[in-house]
């Protein structure tokens, strides 16, 4: 597992690009959008990649709903990438999805590539106002479609074994370094990100309410929210 790809260098891509290559991973990048391939070149020293064929790890990070609405799905990008993925790929090969993805679509992405790779769902997590916390490298879920997907997907992103064991300090076996939590069933890290999602929007509306509460009854909503019982 030492040649990745990422595929779709946008506002998770790229940032995931610079921190698999940091890592000492030889790092290259895929995208529709000729700007974005540069940006990254220029800025992160990311190889572009012409043909799918060398690589041992495949990284989804292409955009998943549609352009001019948030919060309706749009993974034809997905699929067509999963589709040139099935076509150049070597067998064996790793394959993460790491764009929001509806229910099922792991397990179509795994159909798609005839089962000839392994497939993980690690669902990122990034929020680049506060990169500290919520960057690359913070604590995320993990599914495969089979054992031997999740297997390979622990070691490449957390350097352990499923049942939480380091791999032996003695093989000479790379990982990304990320804290993961594998669930031995891939809908549940599907839908992880999306409740996890939903519940956010949840207590953001809830705030939003509160705010426009007090302001209508002129009490200091800072005050109320930093209050340390609630
Ligand atoms: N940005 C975030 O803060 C964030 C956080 C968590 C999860 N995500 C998820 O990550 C995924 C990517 O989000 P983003 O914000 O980076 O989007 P983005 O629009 O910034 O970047 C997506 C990139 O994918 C490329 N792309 C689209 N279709 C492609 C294709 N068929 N082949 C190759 N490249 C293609 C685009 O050109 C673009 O550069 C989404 O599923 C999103 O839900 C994003």
């Known amino acids: 597992m030492n040649k990745v790809l990422v595929v779709g260098l946008g506002q998770l891509g790229l940032p995931v690009a610079?921190?698999?290559?940091?890592?000492?991973?030889?790092?290259?990048?895929?995208?529709?959008?000729?700007?974005?391939?540069?940006?990254?070149?220029?800025t992160a020293a990311i190889g572009?990649?012409?043909?799918?064929?060398?690589?041992?790890?495949?990284?989804?990070?292409?955009?998943?709903?549609?352009?001019?609405?948030?919060?309706?799905?749009?993974?034809?990008?997905?699929?067509?990438?999963?589709?040139?993925?099935?076509?150049?790929?070597?067998?064996?090969?790793?394959v993460s999805i790491e764009s929001t993805i509806p229910k099922g679509i792991s397990k179509k992405v795994f159909d798609t590539l005839n089962h000839r790779m392994h497939v993980v769902h690690a669902p990122h997590r990034w929020y680049s106002l506060e990169e500290k916390e919520h960057g690359v490298n913070q604590l995320r879920v993990i599914g495969g479609v089979c054992d031997c997907c999740l297997k390979a997907g622990m070691q490449f992103?957390?350097?352990?074994?499923?049942?939480?064991?380091?791999?032996?300090?003695?093989?000479?076996?790379?990982?990304?370094?990320?804290?993961?939590?594998?669930?031995?069933?891939?809908?549940?890290?599907?839908?992880?990100?999306?409740?996890?999602?939903?519940?956010?929007?949840?207590?953001?509306?809830f705030a939003e309410e509160l705010c426009l509460y007090c302001q209508s009854n002129n009490i200091n909503f800072p005050e109320l929210r930093d209050n340390p019982v609630l």
């Open 48 to 94: 572009k990649a012409i043909d799918f064929g060398e690589f041992d790890v495949f990284i989804l990070c292409v955009s998943t709903h549609k352009p001019d609405d948030m919060f309706s799905p749009q993974i034809d990008g997905l699929l067509s990438v999963v589709e040139k993925i099935s076509k150049e790929a070597k067998s064996g090969a790793l």
């Open 157 to 205: 992103y957390g350097g352990v074994r499923v049942d939480g064991h380091s791999y032996s300090s003695s093989s000479s076996l790379k990982s990304l370094g990320i804290p993961m939590h594998p669930v031995k069933n891939i809908e549940i890290a599907e839908l992880t990100k999306v409740i996890e999602n939903a519940h956010r929007y949840l207590q953001i509306a």
């Open 18 to 42: 610079k921190y698999v290559k940091e890592r000492g991973f030889d790092t290259y990048g895929y995208d529709i959008s000729p700007k974005a391939v540069e940006m990254a070149q220029k």
